[in-house]
């Protein structure tokens, strides 16, 4: 059970926020008292989550300008307080052949994925370090431990994430900041629309990830992974032969998931609106 004042009086920041595992995140912590701060490039869009759940500051962020960023958080502290947690979970997961992905495209989920993790993290230290506590939480992926065909640079981009926090947790460690990567496994959101996971793998519920993220709040740690399920075969395929490994993916139904198996009807909404720049 989690220890709600661990939580209660927190101010947590949250990139991509507007929807899907921000949002269910951000109204879990809530509940439980702590001060939540959305940020999001849908400026419609959070304006209507933030509002909708009297969220203490909300508004637009561009995670990969930094400037935007800067000025978010100044505003966060601002008007809310010193920042206890930020969560880098702004991402996009186009997919498809690498061959056909624009180079727009590739840039696209770079920046956002990668360096927007990076600048979130600086601007985060940088305000945690004089305090001595502080909280950095980074999502990753199940896609950052394995690779997958049709999502060649989001699984890049996740890899990443998982590299970079690991390093940034000991380069500080004693300073009393926390790093943490989360792992969700495909995930019912509009980024997983159209989209079937792996035989006999279920795919996670937003509230899932967000109650994993709240218990890594008020008990700190390197990783978690969602589902346990899901994480555990990551873990566990890692160990095999590659050709028994990339075996055992094929008979899972990973080597089609992202490519001929998807709906494009029904991904499309979200396909768009990822690609857009």
């Not at 509002?51 to 990969?64: C, E, H, I, W």
């Not at 050709?243 to 009807?265: H, K, M, P």
Request: glycine share 10%; no cysteine.
């Amino acid at each position: 059970m989690t220890d709600v004042a661990k939580i209660r009086g927190k101010v947590v920041v949250i990139t991509g926020g507007a929807r899907g595992i921000g949002l269910a995140t951000a109204t879990a912590l809530q509940a439980l008292g702590a001060e939540i701060a959305i940020g999001d490039i849908d400026e419609t869009t959070v304006k209507e989550s933030g509002v909708a759940r009297d969220f203490a500051y909300y508004g637009k962020l561009d995670v990969t300008d930094p400037r935007s960023f800067e000025s978010f958080l100044d505003e966060v502290e601002r008007t809310v307080g010193p920042i206890d947690v930020l969560i880098n979970n702004a991402g996009i997961m186009p997919t498809g052949k690498l061959v056909d992905e624009p180079d727009q495209i590739t840039r696209r989920i770079l920046d956002i994925n990668v360096y927007g993790v990076i600048l979130g993290s600086k601007l985060g230290i940088a305000r945690m370090l004089p305090r001595k506590r502080g909280h950095v939480i980074n999502i990753a992926s199940l896609a950052g431990e394995t690779h997958i065909p049709g999502l060649a640079t989001y699984n890049a981009s996740k890899h990443a994430v998982l590299g970079f926090t690991d390093t940034l947790r000991e380069e500080y460690r004693r300073s009393g900041v926390e790093f943490s990567s989360v792992l969700p496994t495909l995930t019912n959101t509009e980024l997983g629309s159209g989209v079937s996971g792996p035989k006999l793998l279920r795919s996670a519920e937003p509230e899932e990830i967000a109650d994993a993220i709240v218990a890594l709040i008020a008990t700190p740690k390197s990783k978690v992974r969602v589902t346990a399920m899901a994480g555990f075969l990551s873990q566990v395929v890692n160990l095999l032969p590659e050709s028994v490994a990339d075996g055992l993916a094929r008979a899972l139904g990973s080597g089609d998931a992202f490519l001929g198996a998807v709906d494009a009807e029904k991904r499309k909404a979200y396909e768009d609106r990822a690609r857009s720049a």
